[in-house]
């Protein structure tokens, strides 16, 4: 038998964390939790052409970051097709709203007693959302002769059918973050992204003509990740003192000491890349109602529908994403100060007896603080909006085209990589065994 440091540090920590029986019981009960989420994507809605959604998904960018976001429920139009997609939006709103309400800010500072609150109402404003976007998204299909014409019956009851796999999903999702591993919202769109990747190596091999470009498109693959990997972790660390007054032998003694606040380059996460696909995709999903007119020559909309198709090659392609790298800028902008405004770190700052050395507390902190964030995020938004458009670059300087990086796919698995690799770290550390990370 091998000795103990002879092994991997990564094989060495996988067997460590196996060998405690609650942290094998809650890496188990996330596998578990996961394959029965697997066998609910597979579980169709009746009433379906999967030839015809098969064609739609080819031509509609759209349904493929809903399909992302459903784990691949979407693509079979299953009773979880929405997946998580209506609980991020009712989050997003809520987070946006936090700030502009008063009672929402009140509860906001009322601690985890607010916390819980607020992500109650989150829950309940999912329902509309996810009734809406199915009903939505049947009409379309219908539209589109994917589905049948549906009475009011059988359309209301696969409405709630898809209502009622979104919020299972999210029932499954919060079992994971209480009794497994890492984020469980996170963790159901994670298991759909890699369940799809059988099917994109099989697509890989389509394009072994082009061994080439086809091993170039890999290693841009891989040095996306290792950017992203970078950029996630990076932060700058603003110094804090704490000076506090303790009694001691019937005297007041002034004590101090000394920390730091790690301000992410990119605080925002994927949301502006959600915030600005949607932006540029709309004119494209509008001006396919009216595209193709039956009887007619091809009209205005069916040059837009052309226009804002990130399938388009050079040079049409450059509007749709120039626009998103753009967008994505200027929504990592927004989100980050938002963010910042809703956390007062100023304020925290003050209440508990911090100040930062050289800077005056009050306005004078917040300044600096805006000042370092506004900064910061440059970095920030620029490495979202490149990650943004690596698809198209990959696309153009490799010639292959069977194959589709997804921008939000890798942000999204990197991610819960780390975070759940940092959970099981800090088990490990706890229990006095070496973990993941060096």
């Not at 890699?194 to 994109?200: C, H, I, Q, R, W």
């Not at 990997?229 to 110094?239: C, G, K, L």
């Not at 010639?399 to 991610?415: A, F, P, Q, T």
């Amino acid at each position: 038998m091998r000795p103990r440091q002879a092994r991997p540090r990564l094989l060495q920590a996988m067997l460590d964390a196996f060998s405690l029986p609650d942290l094998r019981r809650r890496i188990l009960i996330t596998f578990g939790i996961l394959i029965v989420f697997r066998f609910v994507a597979h579980i169709p809605l009746p009433g379906v052409d999967f030839e015809a959604l098969q064609e739609l998904f080819e031509s509609n960018a759209l349904l493929g970051m809903l399909d992302m976001f459903s784990g691949g429920a979407m693509r079979r139009f299953s009773v979880a097709a929405m997946g998580v997609y209506p609980y991020i939006t009712a989050s997003i709103i809520m987070q946006l709203l936090v700030p502009i309400i008063p009672q929402l800010r009140a509860l906001s500072m009322e601690g985890e007693a607010g916390r819980d609150k607020i992500n109650r109402i989150t829950h309940w404003a999912t329902v509309p959302l996810a009734g809406l976007q199915g009903y939505g998204q049947l009409v379309y299909l219908q539209r589109e002769g994917v589905i049948g014409s549906a009475a009011v019956l059988p359309m209301a009851t696969m409405v709630v059918s898809l209502i009622a796999g979104t919020m299972f999903c999210i029932w499954l999702g919060e079992r994971i973050s209480e009794y497994g591993i890492g984020n469980g919202i996170s963790m159901i769109i994670f298991a759909g992204i890699v369940a799809g990747l059988p099917e994109m190596i099989q697509s890989g091999f389509l394009a072994k003509e082009n061994f080439g470009g086809l091993a170039f498109y890999v290693l841009i693959a891989l040095a996306t990740t290792v950017f992203i990997v970078i950029f996630t972790e990076a932060h700058r660390r603003i110094p804090v003192q704490y000076s506090r007054s303790v009694f001691r032998g019937g005297r007041m003694y002034r004590q101090s000491g000394s920390t730091h606040i790690p301000l992410r380059v990119n605080t925002a996460g994927m949301i502006p890349l959600i915030f600005a696909m949607s932006m540029v995709i709309f004119p494209g999903v509008v001006a396919s109602y009216f595209a193709n007119p039956a009887g007619a020559d091809p009209n205005l909309a069916n040059y837009i529908v052309d226009l804002f198709n990130p399938n388009a090659t050079l040079p049409m392609g450059v509007l749709y994403w120039g626009l998103y790298f753009l967008l994505t800028v200027a929504f990592a902008f927004f989100y980050t100060m938002v963010i910042f405004e809703q956390q007062d770190l100023p304020g925290t700052l003050q209440r508990q007896g911090g100040f930062i050395p050289g800077i005056r507390p009050g306005p004078h902190t917040k300044e600096y603080l805006d000042g370092v964030i506004k900064h910061i995020t440059w970095a920030g938004a620029l490495f979202l909006a490149l990650v943004a458009i690596m698809p198209f670059i990959a696309r153009e300087i490799t010639d292959v085209r069977v194959i589709m990086l997804s921008s939000m796919g890798l942000l999204i698995v990197v991610g819960v990589v780390l975070d759940t690799m940092k959970q099981m770290e800090a088990q490990l550390v706890m229990r006095r065994y070496e973990g993941f990370i060096k």
